[in-house]
C-alpha cells in the first residue's frame, strides 16, 4: 500500500522498473508478477543469447552463398511415427482467426466479430511504448475476467463484450526484441518473457475454468527460425505449468511458420512443442520479408514487385502444402495466411472487387487443405465463414480429411524457387510511401495502420523496407520504362523527395506537421540506403520510443 500511495513500483530485488507509475499498471507490475518475470528471465536469458547467436552465425553462411535445406541429422524426426498432443475440444474449430493490437475497444470488437479466435498482438500489429504494452496487459486481464467494456465518448456509445465471443490466444514478441523499461541484474528484460510472463502469471487459472475448457492460456509464437528456440518455448511453458500447478501440455501454442529456415524445421519445430503444440501457420507476409533477408547476399534473387508476390508463386504455394501435410501428419491445426483487405466504404464496385480476391484466396486455402485462416478485419469475416464452413464438410477442421501426402514429395529447390514477376517505379514508390507512413504511426504509438484499402502492421513494413535495400544494394534495373532505369541511390533519394510530397497531399499539411513524418522518413530512408541489412525495422527504431523514469520513493 505504501509502495502505491508513494508513486513507485514495489520491484524484487534485482529489478528495476523504469517505466511511468500509474496505479493500474501496479496492477500489473506487482512483486509477486515481477519476481516471476525476473525468474524466467535468469532461467532462459542464456539460452536464448545463443540461439541468436546461432541465427547470426547462420546468416553469415547464407551470406557467403550457403542455401537453407532440410537438416540431415534430424531426418529421424521427420521420418518418425509421432503425433502431438490431441488438440483440446475448446479450439477444435478455427475456421476464422482475427488479429489485432491489445487495444481495449480492438479487444472487445475482436471478441465479439464472430470470428472463432482473436489473437492479441504484442508483437507486428503493436508499437511497443510503456503505455501500450502495460494497458494492454490491463485490458487482458479485464478480457479473461469478462469485466472488459469501453465508452466511447466521442460516438455515445459502451463497448462490452456479448455472450459468446471468440476464443484468446495471445501473441508475444519475438526473441529478439528487448523491454528496456524492466531491468533485471542491470540489464533489459527480453521482452517476449515480459509479455508471456505478465499475461500468464495474472489470468492462467481462470482463463482454464472460463474459456480454455481446462486447457490453456494459448498462444501464438512469432519469428523462431529453429527448433532450439521451439525447445526454448517448450521449457519455458514447463516452467509456467510446474509455477502454476497444472498438469503437463495445459498451455498451448501455434507457431508461425514465418522464415524462410523454419519450413525446413517444421517437423522438428513441432517435434520440440508435441506436448504443446496446436498448430503451425502460414505468417505469409514476414515469409517475404525473410526470402529478401536470408538471402541478402544473393544478388540473383531479387523480388518482383511486393504485391507480385502472393501465393500463387511457386515457392509460397509449396510452403504452404508442405506446412499443412506435417500439421496433419503429426496431428494439429494448419492455419492459413492473413487477408490484409479492409472495407471500401466510398466504392462498392471496388469492394466488391477486393471481397473477392479474398473469396479466391480463401477458397485456395481451404481446398488445399488448411483448418483456418486470418483477417485483418471484422467485416471479411463473414465471406471467409461462408467459404471455410461450405467446403469442409460440417467439420471443425480437415486434420483427418486433408492428409496430402501428395506434399511429402515437396523438395528444398520448390521452397526455394525464386519468385516471378518485375519491378517497377509504382512499385518503389509504394515501398517508399508506405514504409514511411507506417513508420510514422509507429513511432506515435499505432503498430497497425489502414493504407490503401489494406491493414500494414510491422510485417508489410518490412517487405517494403528489406525490397527496397535489395533494389539500391544490387542495383535492380525496373521494367515497364521506356529507358533502362537503375535504382540507385541518386533515384532513390528522388523518389523519398517525391512520395513525402505526395504524403503531405493526401494526410493535409496539420496531420504532416504533428506527426513524425520526418522522423520516420530518416530512419527508413537510413535503413534502406545502409550498406549492411537490419536486423529488423522496429529493432533500429525502438530506442526512439523508449521513455525511462527513475523508479524511487517520490520526496515527500
Not at 81 to 96: G, I
Amino acid at each position: 500500500m505504501m509502495a502505491n500511495y508513494l508513486g513507485f513500483y514495489d520491484v524484487p530485488e534485482g529489478v528495476d522498473v523504469g517505466g511511468r507509475y500509474d496505479e493500474e499498471f501496479a496492477g500489473i507490475l506487482t512483486r509477486d508478477a515481477l519476481q516471476f518475470v525476473a525468474a524466467l528471465q535468469r532461467e532462459f536469458r542464456d539460452h536464448i543469447r545463443y540461439a541468436m547467436e546461432c541465427r547470426r552465425e547462420v546468416q553469415r553462411r547464407y551470406n557467403s552463398g550457403e542455401l537453407p535445406g532440410f537438416d540431415p541429422a534430424t531426418r529421424l524426426i521427420r521420418e518418425g511415427d509421432w503425433a502431438c498432443a490431441l488438440v483440446p475440444p475448446a479450439v477444435a474449430n478455427r475456421t476464422v482467426e482475427i488479429t489485432g493490437p491489445v487495444e481495449r475497444k480492438m479487444i472487445i470488437n475482436a471478441l465479439n466479430s464472430g470470428a472463432k479466435v482473436f489473437m492479441a498482438d504484442f508483437e507486428d500489429a503493436l508499437s511497443p511504448s510503456w503505455e501500450n504494452l502495460m494497458r494492454g496487459q490491463v485490458n487482458l486481464r479485464d478480457a479473461v475476467n469478462g469485466t472488459i467494456s469501453f465508452n466511447d465518448q466521442a460516438r455515445n456509445r459502451e463497448y462490452k463484450l456479448n455472450d459468446e465471443t471468440a476464443k484468446l490466444f495471445v501473441r508475444p514478441r519475438g526473441w529478439h526484441l528487448p523491454e528496456d523499461h524492466i531491468l533485471v541484474d542491470g540489464a533489459p528484460v527480453i521482452g517476449c518473457l515480459v509479455d508471456f510472463g505478465l499475461y500468464f502469471f495474472h489470468n492462467h487459472a481462470k482463463f482454464r475454468a472460463t474459456q480454455g475448457d481446462g486447457y490453456g492460456p494459448f498462444f501464438y509464437l512469432p519469428k523462431i527460425e529453429h527448433s532450439r528456440e521451439a525447445k526454448i518455448w517448450n521449457r519455458l511453458f514447463e516452467r509456467a505449468e510446474k509455477f502454476a500447478g497444472t498438469e503437463k501440455g495445459s498451455i498451448r501454442a501455434t507457431v508461425l511458420i514465418e522464415t524462410l529456415p523454419a519450413v525446413f524445421q517444421m517437423d522438428e519445430i513441432l517435434y520440440e512443442l508435441r506436448d504443446h503444440s496446436i498448430g503451425l501457420n502460414c505468417g505469409r507476409w514476414d515469409y517475404i520479408f525473410s526470402y529478401v533477408k536470408t538471402f541478402q547476399g544473393h544478388p540473383d534473387r531479387l523480388l518482383p514487385d511486393r504485391v507480385q508476390v502472393g501465393m500463387t508463386q511457386h515457392f509460397m504455394r509449396s510452403y504452404s502444402d508442405l506446412l499443412i501435410r506435417t500439421c496433419h501428419h503429426r496431428g494439429v491445426h494448419a492455419m492459413g495466411g492473413m487477408a490484409a483487405q479492409i472495407p471500401i466504404k466510398d466504392n462498392p464496385a471496388a469492394n466488391e472487387a477486393a471481397l473477392e480476391l479474398v473469396r479466391k484466396d480463401k477458397l485456395r486455402e481451404v481446398r488445399a487443405g488448411h483448418d483456418g485462416t486470418w483477417a485483418a478485419h471484422p467485416g471479411l469475416i463473414p465471406p471467409i465463414m461462408e467459404v471455410f464452413t461450405s467446403n469442409m464438410g460440417g467439420k471443425p477442421n480437415q486434420i483427418q480429411m486433408a492428409r496430402r501426402e501428395d506434399a511429402g514429395n515437396i523438395t528444398e529447390e520448390d521452397l526455394l524457387q525464386r519468385p516471378r514477376g518485375v519491378r517497377t517505379m509504382e512499385g518503389l514508390r509504394l515501398n517508399t510511401r508506405v514504409g514511411i507512413q507506417y513508420l510514422a504511426a509507429w513511432l506515435t504509438g499505432t503498430g497497425s495502420v489502414p493504407l490503401y484499402n489494406l491493414m500494414e502492421d510491422a510485417a508489410t513494413a518490412e517487405i517494403s523496407r528489406v525490397q527496397n535495400w535489395q533494389w539500391l544494394k544490387y542495383g535492380a534495373v525496373l521494367d515497364g520504362e521506356e529507358v533502362r532505369v537503375r535504382v540507385t541511390p541518386e533515384l532513390f533519394g528522388r523518389v523519398v523527395e517525391e512520395e513525402m510530397a505526395r504524403i503531405q497531399m493526401e494526410v493535409g499539411l496539420e496531420k504532416f506537421k504533428r506527426g513524425k513524418f520526418e522522423e520516420a522518413c530518416r530512419i527508413f530512408t537510413r535503413q534502406c540506403t545502409s550498406p549492411e541489412l537490419d536486423d529488423f525495422l522496429t529493432l533500429n527504431a525502438y530506442n526512439q520510443i523508449v521513455a525511462r523514469h527513475p523508479n524511487t520513493p517520490s520526496k515527500i
